[in-house]
């Protein structure tokens, strides 16, 4: 059974269509990335896979279920991390587990269980605004990490911090799922980040947005950026992108 | 204690300018003390009455605490119902905002024809001043919690109170502080005036006592006083501040580092 599977999926907010007749399969274990012009409506496919919004028509099955934010099946990590600057980074990291009803001394045993496999033993009692941006990124994905469910949705999850960070948190994230081999869906728009992580590349149109070609990454892991397959990866993913843009921009 | 001690040289040195400058006048003019009396002499009298003003600043300040106790019970209250039913902030709201263009100086009589000379009519005019930046502050730092911090918890399947508690409280604080202190310094004056529209003990009724008396320096006093105790309980609204939510200062340092 797939992890993720979107079965014809549209959705139209009135008159706007935002996404038409979607198809997306994503087995366990493996790391999917969903790349797309900006606008071209990843945040409301994200909405459909959390759960926290339902297609027009099609289906969205997460391990076989439908997706609803009650089925706990999906863990969500938005853009911002979201640290509530009045917890301390222990407290921050629990706090899924708390929203789940665990109850708080179990949730915090559970997320500190995690803090030295994410780099960030020591920092428990620390508050948010003591972190470096990379820290509250890492802080960000434990607390998704810790909820132990199947699905891991990530959206731009290092797309506001500077490059140089989002280098390092990248490879880091790639160390990460290699040793843990969560199943990923990784939303972006940086080529090089989805041809780093991703196992294969969804690749979308702009609005009306559809799945318009899938690039599977034949690189071996560890990846490196200088590898001559990687640059033509990319290249094979930038052609996709700009081929659905070429057609569609009248 | 450093940064207390320099925000408080400022006022203190303006505080000192005036009193001086009132001292000068007073003693250069000879005015007579039942109309202008000197600081000086508000200060030695004050000292020698100091058993008396005690006696009238405890039940103003049980008064005054009474009152805003009440008044932060019922600020919750109605800021809860208003976040959790937007019926209620329909209806409420703009009756609430009305309410606040009523003149105490004409309900705090009628209160007192109510409920009597007791301490009940006292906690209302209180509760009445106080009210209204409290429940305001509050509902408005309800209504600023992140979108996408409320998002995260609906995507991890917590409901409507678990979210309430976990980020749209914690969210809210500092404006709450914020209605806190406004409605902190009002706190006393409600209660100082409560007892002018009629009461058997406090210092609103002294200071009429004494103004009858022509003992304008005791009135001067009961003045201080109560200045005195707006000061402490705003001072108290920050030490409050730092127990409850010691992140800030977490921030801070980590600003001005």
Do not use: C
Request: hydrophobic fraction near 50%.
């Amino acid at each position: 059974m797939s992890s993720l599977r979107i079965e014809g999926v549209s959705k139209s907010f009135g008159e706007l269509e935002v996404l038409r007749d979607l198809e997306l399969a994503v087995e366990p274990g493996e790391f999917a990335a969903v790349i797309g012009p900006s606008g071209s409506g990843k945040s409301t496919l994200f909405n459909l896979v959390s759960g926290l919004d339902r297609p027009t028509t099609g289906r969205v099955l997460v391990e076989g279920e439908p997706a609803g934010v009650a089925s706990g099946r999906v863990a969500y990590m938005p853009q911002k991390d979201l640290l509530f600057p009045w917890r301390t980074v222990l407290d921050n990291t629990a706090l899924g587990l708390e929203a789940q009803g665990v109850g708080k001394k179990e949730a915090r045993r559970r997320a500190d269980a995690l803090f030295a496999d994410f780099g960030l033993d020591g920092f428990q009692k620390a508050y948010p605004s003591q972190l470096s941006g990379g820290m509250r990124q890492r802080a960000a994905l434990l607390r998704t990490v810790v909820l132990e469910r199947p699905v891991l949705l990530l959206d731009e999850p290092f797309g506001a911090l500077d490059s140089l960070t989002r280098t390092e948190m990248q490879l880091w994230l790639a160390g990460m799922w290699q040793r843990h081999r969560w199943t990923v869906v990784l939303v972006t728009h940086d080529i090089r980040e989805a041809v780093l992580l991703a196992d294969t590349v969804h690749v979308l149109s702009p609005r009306p947005a559809t799945i318009v070609d899938r690039v599977e990454v034949p690189l071996a892991r560890p990846r490196d950026f200088t590898d001559p397959d990687f640059a033509s990866t990319e290249r094979r993913v930038l052609d996709a992108l700009r081929g659905t843009t070429a057609v569609r921009t009248p | 204690m450093r940064p207390l001690l320099r925000s408080l040289w400022p006022p203190l040195l303006v505080l000192t300018v005036v009193l001086g400058g009132w001292q000068l006048y007073v003693t250069a003019a000879g005015v007579d003390p039942t109309t202008l009396p000197s600081p000086a002499r508000v200060v030695e009298q004050g000292w020698l009455n100091r058993q008396d003003l005690w006696d009238q600043t405890l039940p103003t300040l049980q008064e005054t605490l009474l009152g805003f106790a009440l008044s932060f019970a019922a600020a919750w209250l109605v800021a809860v119902l208003l976040d959790f039913s937007s019926a209620a902030r329909r209806g409420l709201y703009p009756l609430l905002v009305a309410s606040q263009t009523i003149p105490i100086v004409a309900v705090a009589p009628l209160l007192i024809i109510w409920f009597g000379f007791g301490l009940l009519p006292k906690m209302l005019v209180v509760t009445l001043t106080t009210f209204f930046p409290l429940a305001a502050n509050l509902a408005a730092g309800f209504a600023a919690t992140d979108r996408e911090a409320m998002r995260l918890l609906r995507s991890l399947g917590a409901g409507r109170w678990r979210t309430f508690r976990l980020v749209r409280v914690p969210s809210a604080m500092p404006y709450f502080f914020a209605g806190l202190r406004v409605s902190i310094t009002y706190a006393v004056v409600g209660a100082v005036f409560a007892e002018y529209a009629g009461a058997e003990a406090g210092l609103g009724i002294y200071m009429q006592a004494q103004k009858s008396a022509f003992r304008t320096d005791l009135v001067f006093a009961a003045v201080a006083v109560t200045a005195a105790l707006s000061v402490a309980l705003f001072g108290a609204t920050y030490l409050l501040q730092r127990l409850v939510l010691p992140w800030e200062r977490a921030l801070k340092e980590d600003r001005s580092s």
